[in-house]
């Protein structure tokens, strides 16, 4: 397996594996038993600190900002019945969650729609011109 070292991928993995480091974690355990593995070093290396005086992440301003750029919204959405079993059925066979490829849709509704109008607005400036 090639490990490729990525600097922000590394700064969010040490927030969210509460230091873990690139090198331990390449290192250190074969891939099916990492997770596991992790979690209890992790219990072990914290199990006597005392975090009844720590602070929330939407405290720390790093924390909040990693947050920010990754988080997504909770919102309760209306769909035909046909519309959300097509949506599972096709994510099923990809192997992925029915509300991510729904927030892929959208994302690429939206793209498709902003390229339509820039090549509209293009093609109208080049009429105008000549």
Do not use: C, W
């Amino acid at each position: 397996m090639q490990v490729i070292f990525d600097p922000a991928k590394n700064r969010r993995n040490a927030i969210e594996h509460a230091g873990v480091t690139f090198e331990e974690a390449k290192d250190g355990l074969p891939m099916h038993s990492r997770g596991n593995a992790m979690k209890t070093n992790l219990y072990k290396k914290f199990k006597d600190y005392d975090f009844a005086d720590a602070k929330p992440a939407k405290d720390v301003p790093a924390l909040r900002k990693l947050h920010a750029e990754q988080s997504k919204e909770r919102i309760t959405i209306r769909l035909d019945a046909t519309v959300l079993s097509a949506f599972r059925a096709e994510a099923a066979a990809a192997g992925s969650s029915y509300q991510a490829l729904i927030n892929e849709v959208l994302r690429q509704h939206l793209l498709g729609k902003n390229l339509v109008k820039t090549v509209r607005d293009t093609i109208r400036r080049e009429l105008r011109a000549a």
